[in-house]
């Protein structure tokens, strides 16, 4: 592990084990070199705990959730640290961490809760590029594997975790299926707008050899 990054400091809740998957920490390095970075322990933090509270009453709590992203923080679940699926997690991440970071904390929070809580929103214009990003994640472990993970995407969006965001299932399925195409035409390359962030994943790769296997399918924020 690189010796330029503090991960102590990025992460003081929960600093690396040596238990943990190397990928990971590598991945919080690449991500971090691009702008400031914070790692929090979401079940720790005072801030998600009374953001969970006040959402409840509308469904709109963090009960269910593994991660969010807020002001350059990323609040993980504390079981996600160190392994593959908070490996894929933060990657998805990573796209809203940027997004705030481009349009601005203010600008994107609130365009992010346009008409809630239920229906068609814009939320699910920023959730689609997180996505797209989980998408190319499990591209490079296969694109069949990729094809089978695209049913996950599909429930977020037209399904109640998200109080039906975009229940627009025929569209979601096209959305999905040009993501994949673009993603076997391209040889995996990020998608337009996020070359940068595609470059710093390039550096934490899943494996040394790219064949890592990943373990159970996750629910992502």
Do not use: C
Request: aromatic share 12%; charged share 25%; net charge positive.
């Amino acid at each position: 592990m690189s010796n330029s990054t503090d991960l102590s400091r990025i992460s003081p809740q929960r600093p690396p084990r040596e238990s943990d998957w190397p990928p990971f920490w590598k991945l919080v390095e690449a991500v971090a070199k691009l702008g400031p970075l914070r790692l929090a322990v979401l079940e720790k933090s005072r801030f998600a705990r009374a953001i969970d509270t006040l959402g409840r009453p509308f469904s709109l709590g963090l009960t269910g959730f593994d991660a969010f992203t807020w002001a350059g923080t990323v609040y993980l679940a504390e079981r996600m640290f160190g392994n593959r699926s908070g490996y894929l997690l933060l990657r998805h991440e990573a796209v809203h961490l940027t997004d705030q970071r481009r349009v601005g904390l203010v600008p994107f929070i609130l365009s992010y809760l346009i008409l809630l809580p239920f229906g068609v929103t814009s939320r699910a214009l920023w959730e689609w590029r997180g996505y797209r990003e989980t998408l190319r994640a499990y591209w490079e472990r296969g694109s069949k594997l990729a094809g089978k993970r695209a049913g996950n995407v599909l429930r977020e969006f037209a399904g109640k975790r998200y109080l039906f965001m975009w229940p627009f299932k025929g569209m979601v399925e096209r959305w999905i299926g040009r993501e994949l195409k673009r993603l076997d035409r391209t040889g995996g390359r990020a998608y337009p707008g996020m070359e940068r962030l595609g470059e710093a994943f390039a550096k934490a790769p899943q494996s040394e050899k790219g064949k890592a296997a990943l373990g159970p399918p996750t629910i992502l924020d």
